[in-house]
Protein backbone atom coordinates (compact mmCIF):
# COMPACT_ATOMS: atom_id res chain seq x y z
CA UNK A 1 0.00 0.00 0.00
CA UNK A 2 3.00 2.12 0.28
CA UNK A 3 3.46 4.48 -2.56
CA UNK A 4 7.08 4.95 -3.47
CA UNK A 5 7.55 8.41 -5.36
CA UNK A 6 9.53 8.13 -8.94
CA UNK A 7 13.56 7.30 -8.03
CA UNK A 8 15.40 9.97 -9.61
CA UNK A 9 18.42 11.69 -8.20
CA UNK A 10 16.87 14.57 -6.68
CA UNK A 11 13.98 12.07 -4.97
CA UNK A 12 17.30 10.04 -3.42
CA UNK A 13 16.65 11.91 -0.12
CA UNK A 14 13.16 11.28 -0.22
CA UNK A 15 11.61 11.73 3.09
CA UNK A 16 8.53 10.19 1.94
CA UNK A 17 9.92 6.93 0.19
CA UNK A 18 12.04 6.62 -2.55
CA UNK A 19 15.64 5.04 -2.77
CA UNK A 20 18.89 5.03 -4.64
CA UNK A 21 22.32 6.10 -3.57
CA UNK A 22 22.64 7.06 0.25
CA UNK A 23 26.41 7.88 -0.64
CA UNK A 24 26.62 11.25 0.91
CA UNK A 25 27.00 11.78 4.96
CA UNK A 26 24.23 14.86 4.37
CA UNK A 27 21.09 13.33 5.03
CA UNK A 28 18.85 15.99 4.47
CA UNK A 29 19.86 18.00 1.91
CA UNK A 30 17.40 20.67 0.64
CA UNK A 31 14.84 19.16 3.31
CA UNK A 32 12.54 21.68 5.08
CA UNK A 33 11.71 20.64 8.76
CA UNK A 34 9.20 22.17 11.11
CA UNK A 35 10.42 21.27 14.86
CA UNK A 36 7.53 22.37 17.44
CA UNK A 37 9.21 23.04 20.95
CA UNK A 38 12.53 23.34 18.99
CA UNK A 39 13.50 25.94 21.34
CA UNK A 40 15.04 24.15 24.26
CA UNK A 41 16.06 20.42 24.96
CA UNK A 42 15.26 17.66 22.44
CA UNK A 43 13.54 19.78 19.83
CA UNK A 44 16.76 22.36 20.04
CA UNK A 45 19.46 18.99 19.86
CA UNK A 46 17.32 17.62 16.42
CA UNK A 47 16.95 21.24 15.10
CA UNK A 48 21.23 21.08 15.20
CA UNK A 49 21.34 18.03 13.76
CA UNK A 50 18.89 18.23 11.33
CA UNK A 51 21.29 21.74 9.90
CA UNK A 52 24.20 19.69 10.22
CA UNK A 53 22.50 17.20 7.22
CA UNK A 54 21.71 20.29 5.07
CA UNK A 55 18.32 20.37 6.32
CA UNK A 56 16.23 24.59 6.75
CA UNK A 57 14.91 24.33 9.82
CA UNK A 58 11.79 26.26 11.46
CA UNK A 59 11.49 26.28 15.14
CA UNK A 60 8.07 26.64 16.32
CA UNK A 61 7.59 27.56 20.02
CA UNK A 62 5.57 29.42 22.74
CA UNK A 63 9.05 31.07 24.27
CA UNK A 64 9.89 33.80 22.05
CA UNK A 65 12.51 34.91 24.22
CA UNK A 66 14.83 31.66 24.01
CA UNK A 67 12.97 30.46 20.57
CA UNK A 68 15.14 33.30 18.79
CA UNK A 69 18.06 32.96 20.51
CA UNK A 70 18.32 29.35 19.86
CA UNK A 71 17.61 30.10 15.87
CA UNK A 72 20.26 32.93 16.29
CA UNK A 73 22.70 29.94 18.09
CA UNK A 74 21.60 27.44 15.13
CA UNK A 75 22.48 29.57 12.56
CA UNK A 76 21.16 31.33 9.30
CA UNK A 77 19.55 27.94 8.15
CA UNK A 78 17.36 27.90 11.25
CA UNK A 79 14.54 30.74 12.02
CA UNK A 80 11.71 31.17 14.22
CA UNK A 81 8.60 31.30 14.66
CA UNK A 82 5.92 31.57 17.76
CA UNK A 83 3.51 29.09 17.53
CA UNK A 84 1.33 27.97 20.94
CA UNK A 85 0.50 24.33 20.00
CA UNK A 86 -3.01 24.57 21.75
CA UNK A 87 -3.51 27.15 19.53
CA UNK A 88 -4.76 25.57 15.99
CA UNK A 89 -4.52 29.25 14.17
CA UNK A 90 -0.94 29.22 15.70
CA UNK A 91 0.18 25.56 14.32
CA UNK A 92 -1.35 26.66 10.92
CA UNK A 93 0.14 29.75 10.80
CA UNK A 94 3.70 28.11 11.18
CA UNK A 95 2.59 25.52 8.61
CA UNK A 96 1.60 27.79 6.07
CA UNK A 97 4.87 29.82 6.98
CA UNK A 98 7.40 27.60 6.31
CA UNK A 99 5.85 26.41 3.12
CA UNK A 100 5.12 29.69 1.57
CA UNK A 101 9.14 30.68 2.36
CA UNK A 102 10.56 27.65 1.16
CA UNK A 103 7.93 25.87 -0.68
CA UNK A 104 7.31 22.87 1.12
CA UNK A 105 7.59 20.85 4.30
CA UNK A 106 9.24 17.29 4.24
CA UNK A 107 9.43 16.70 8.18
CA UNK A 108 7.06 17.66 10.60
CA UNK A 109 7.81 16.97 14.30
CA UNK A 110 5.54 17.37 16.75
CA UNK A 111 7.55 17.75 20.07
CA UNK A 112 6.34 20.79 22.51
CA UNK A 113 5.43 18.91 25.45
CA UNK A 114 4.97 19.54 29.12
CA UNK A 115 5.47 17.26 32.17
CA UNK A 116 2.32 19.46 34.01
CA UNK A 117 1.57 19.54 37.50
CA UNK A 118 3.62 17.00 40.34
CA UNK A 119 0.78 16.51 42.68
CA UNK A 120 -1.50 14.91 43.89
CA UNK A 121 -0.46 11.78 43.19
CA UNK A 122 -4.39 10.17 43.56
CA UNK A 123 -6.09 10.13 40.43
CA UNK A 124 -8.87 10.81 43.22
CA UNK A 125 -7.81 14.09 43.76
CA UNK A 126 -6.93 14.96 39.85
CA UNK A 127 -7.94 18.66 38.57
CA UNK A 128 -9.19 17.76 35.34
CA UNK A 129 -8.19 21.54 34.37
CA UNK A 130 -4.84 20.60 34.54
CA UNK A 131 -5.32 17.21 33.17
CA UNK A 132 -6.93 19.42 29.89
CA UNK A 133 -4.01 22.01 30.05
CA UNK A 134 -1.39 18.47 29.31
CA UNK A 135 -3.74 16.73 26.78
CA UNK A 136 -3.89 20.20 24.99
CA UNK A 137 -0.31 20.61 24.57
CA UNK A 138 0.66 17.02 24.34
CA UNK A 139 -1.99 15.47 22.62
CA UNK A 140 -4.13 18.24 20.66
CA UNK A 141 -0.78 20.21 20.16
CA UNK A 142 0.15 16.54 18.24
CA UNK A 143 -2.95 15.75 16.72
CA UNK A 144 -3.07 19.71 15.48
CA UNK A 145 0.47 19.60 13.86
CA UNK A 146 0.06 16.25 12.03
CA UNK A 147 -3.02 17.92 10.45
CA UNK A 148 -1.77 20.98 9.05
CA UNK A 149 1.55 19.16 7.76
CA UNK A 150 -0.74 16.65 6.49
CA UNK A 151 -2.32 19.45 4.29
CA UNK A 152 0.68 19.81 2.17
CA UNK A 153 2.40 16.22 2.98
CA UNK A 154 -0.69 14.50 1.07
CA UNK A 155 -1.38 16.50 -2.25
CA UNK A 156 2.86 16.15 -2.83
CA UNK A 157 2.79 12.60 -1.67
CA UNK A 158 5.87 12.90 0.10
CA UNK A 159 6.99 14.05 3.60
CA UNK A 160 7.66 12.37 7.23
CA UNK A 161 6.25 13.01 10.56
CA UNK A 162 7.79 12.63 14.25
CA UNK A 163 6.32 12.94 17.54
CA UNK A 164 7.42 12.93 20.81
CA UNK A 165 6.09 10.01 23.20
CA UNK A 166 8.28 8.77 26.08
CA UNK A 167 9.10 5.73 28.10
CA UNK A 168 6.20 6.89 30.16
CA UNK A 169 4.22 6.32 27.36
CA UNK A 170 5.09 2.88 27.69
CA UNK A 171 5.52 1.82 31.18
CA UNK A 172 3.10 3.37 33.17
CA UNK A 173 4.18 4.66 37.01
CA UNK A 174 7.18 6.74 36.02
CA UNK A 175 5.73 9.88 35.50
CA UNK A 176 2.26 12.09 36.76
CA UNK A 177 -0.75 10.75 35.64
CA UNK A 178 -1.72 13.52 33.05
CA UNK A 179 1.98 13.44 31.78
CA UNK A 180 2.00 9.56 31.64
CA UNK A 181 -1.73 9.23 29.76
CA UNK A 182 -0.62 11.66 27.52
CA UNK A 183 2.11 10.06 26.26
CA UNK A 184 0.57 6.46 25.92
CA UNK A 185 -1.80 8.47 23.27
CA UNK A 186 0.71 9.04 20.99
CA UNK A 187 2.14 5.66 19.64
CA UNK A 188 -2.12 5.64 18.93
CA UNK A 189 -1.68 8.55 17.25
CA UNK A 190 0.73 7.30 14.66
CA UNK A 191 -0.90 4.08 14.25
CA UNK A 192 -3.86 5.78 13.44
CA UNK A 193 -2.53 7.83 10.76
CA UNK A 194 -0.33 5.82 9.22
CA UNK A 195 -2.68 3.79 7.99
CA UNK A 196 -4.10 6.45 6.61
CA UNK A 197 -0.96 8.33 5.74
CA UNK A 198 1.01 5.40 4.11
CA UNK A 199 -1.78 5.44 1.24
CA UNK A 200 -0.31 9.11 -0.15
CA UNK A 201 3.78 8.48 0.72
CA UNK A 202 3.78 10.20 4.25
CA UNK A 203 5.37 8.12 7.07
CA UNK A 204 4.23 9.04 10.45
CA UNK A 205 6.51 7.75 13.67
CA UNK A 206 6.94 8.75 17.27
CA UNK A 207 10.38 8.56 19.71
CA UNK A 208 9.98 7.59 23.23
CA UNK A 209 12.97 8.47 24.86
CA UNK A 210 14.10 7.97 28.57
CA UNK A 211 14.91 10.38 30.71
CA UNK A 212 17.60 13.33 29.38
CA UNK A 213 18.87 16.19 31.43
CA UNK A 214 16.97 18.35 29.49
CA UNK A 215 15.39 21.43 31.26
CA UNK A 216 11.67 19.72 31.32
CA UNK A 217 13.33 16.46 33.10
CA UNK A 218 15.55 19.17 35.30
CA UNK A 219 12.65 21.50 36.64
CA UNK A 220 10.47 18.21 36.93
CA UNK A 221 13.37 16.58 39.60
CA UNK A 222 13.58 19.97 41.34
CA UNK A 223 10.03 19.95 42.34
CA UNK A 224 10.00 16.26 43.08
CA UNK A 225 13.64 16.39 45.16
CA UNK A 226 13.80 20.33 46.16
CA UNK A 227 16.94 20.37 48.29
CA UNK A 228 18.61 18.63 46.13
CA UNK A 229 21.38 20.23 44.18
CA UNK A 230 20.98 20.94 40.05
CA UNK A 231 24.47 18.74 39.56
CA UNK A 232 23.13 15.55 41.90
CA UNK A 233 20.00 15.79 39.91
CA UNK A 234 22.06 15.44 36.55
CA UNK A 235 24.16 12.86 37.65
CA UNK A 236 20.92 11.17 38.77
CA UNK A 237 19.48 11.10 35.21
CA UNK A 238 22.80 9.50 33.92
CA UNK A 239 21.92 6.61 36.03
CA UNK A 240 18.26 5.94 34.45
CA UNK A 241 18.81 3.64 31.81
CA UNK A 242 19.98 -0.03 32.06
CA UNK A 243 22.83 0.05 29.02
CA UNK A 244 25.73 -0.01 30.81
CA UNK A 245 28.53 2.71 30.60
CA UNK A 246 25.68 4.57 28.48
CA UNK A 247 23.17 7.68 28.98
CA UNK A 248 20.47 8.84 26.93
CA UNK A 249 21.68 12.11 25.74
CA UNK A 250 20.06 14.93 23.45
CA UNK A 251 21.78 13.81 20.72
CA UNK A 252 21.02 10.06 20.67
CA UNK A 253 17.18 11.17 20.66
CA UNK A 254 18.53 13.60 17.64
CA UNK A 255 20.10 10.61 16.12
CA UNK A 256 17.36 8.64 16.04
CA UNK A 257 14.73 11.43 14.72
CA UNK A 258 17.54 11.74 11.81
CA UNK A 259 17.54 8.18 10.83
CA UNK A 260 13.23 8.02 11.11
CA UNK A 261 13.07 11.70 8.51
CA UNK A 262 16.01 10.81 6.17
CA UNK A 263 15.81 8.54 3.79
CA UNK A 264 17.37 5.76 5.89
CA UNK A 265 14.12 5.35 7.57
CA UNK A 266 11.92 4.92 4.27
CA UNK A 267 10.08 1.88 4.77
CA UNK A 268 9.61 3.05 8.61
CA UNK A 269 5.76 4.29 9.13
CA UNK A 270 3.91 3.59 12.31
CA UNK A 271 6.68 2.88 14.43
CA UNK A 272 7.11 3.88 18.50
CA UNK A 273 11.27 3.97 18.51
CA UNK A 274 12.46 3.93 21.73
CA UNK A 275 15.32 5.14 23.09
CA UNK A 276 16.13 4.33 26.26
CA UNK A 277 18.98 1.76 27.25
CA UNK A 278 17.02 -1.14 27.67
CA UNK A 279 14.96 0.88 30.70
CA UNK A 280 11.26 -0.36 30.10
CA UNK A 281 12.68 -4.21 28.58
CA UNK A 282 14.07 -4.23 32.23
CA UNK A 283 10.88 -2.98 33.87
CA UNK A 284 8.62 -5.12 31.57
CA UNK A 285 10.41 -7.83 31.78
CA UNK A 286 10.31 -6.99 36.02
CA UNK A 287 13.49 -7.55 37.35
P1 LIG B 1 12.11 21.31 27.15
O1 LIG B 1 11.30 21.91 28.24
O2 LIG B 1 13.59 21.46 27.17
O3 LIG B 1 11.58 21.82 25.73
C1 LIG B 1 10.21 21.84 25.45
C2 LIG B 1 9.91 23.05 24.59
O4 LIG B 1 8.50 23.04 24.32
C3 LIG B 1 10.22 24.38 25.27
O5 LIG B 1 11.03 25.18 24.43
C4 LIG B 1 8.86 25.01 25.51
O6 LIG B 1 8.85 26.43 25.41
C5 LIG B 1 8.04 24.37 24.39
N1 LIG B 1 6.60 24.41 24.65
C6 LIG B 1 5.95 24.15 25.81
N2 LIG B 1 4.64 24.37 25.66
C7 LIG B 1 4.45 24.78 24.39
C8 LIG B 1 3.33 25.18 23.63
N3 LIG B 1 2.11 25.21 24.19
N4 LIG B 1 3.50 25.53 22.34
C9 LIG B 1 4.74 25.53 21.79
N5 LIG B 1 5.85 25.18 22.45
C10 LIG B 1 5.70 24.81 23.74
O7 LIG B 1 11.71 19.77 27.12
P2 LIG B 1 12.36 18.50 26.38
O8 LIG B 1 12.89 17.62 27.42
O9 LIG B 1 13.20 18.89 25.26
O10 LIG B 1 11.01 17.81 25.87
C11 LIG B 1 10.65 17.74 24.50
C12 LIG B 1 9.66 16.61 24.33
O11 LIG B 1 10.29 15.39 24.69
C13 LIG B 1 8.41 16.72 25.20
O12 LIG B 1 7.29 16.29 24.46
C14 LIG B 1 8.70 15.76 26.33
O13 LIG B 1 7.54 15.27 26.92
C15 LIG B 1 9.46 14.69 25.59
N6 LIG B 1 10.31 13.83 26.42
C16 LIG B 1 11.34 14.38 27.13
C17 LIG B 1 12.15 13.54 27.89
C18 LIG B 1 13.31 14.08 28.70
O14 LIG B 1 13.82 13.36 29.56
N7 LIG B 1 13.75 15.30 28.48
C19 LIG B 1 11.93 12.16 27.92
C20 LIG B 1 10.86 11.65 27.18
C21 LIG B 1 10.07 12.50 26.43
Known amino acids: ???????????????????????????????VALITGGASGL???TAGE???????????????????????????????????????ADIAEAVEMTVERYGKLDVMYNNAGIVGPMSPASISELDMMEFERVMRINVFGVVSGIKHAAKFMIPARSGCILCTSSVAGVTGGLAP?????????IPGIVKSMASELCEHGVRINCISPSAVATPLTLRYLQKVFPKVTEEKLRESVKGMGELKGAECEEADVAKAALYLASNDGKYVTGHNLVVDGGMTAFKIAGF
Do not use: Q, W
Request: net charge positive; with cysteine; hydrophobic share 35%.
Open 1 to 31: KFKRPATTASAAYSTGGGGGCTCTSKKLEGK
Open 177 to 185: HSYTISKFT
Open 50 to 88: FLRHGARVVIADLDAETGVKAAKELGSAAEFVRCDVTVE
Open 43 to 45: GKA
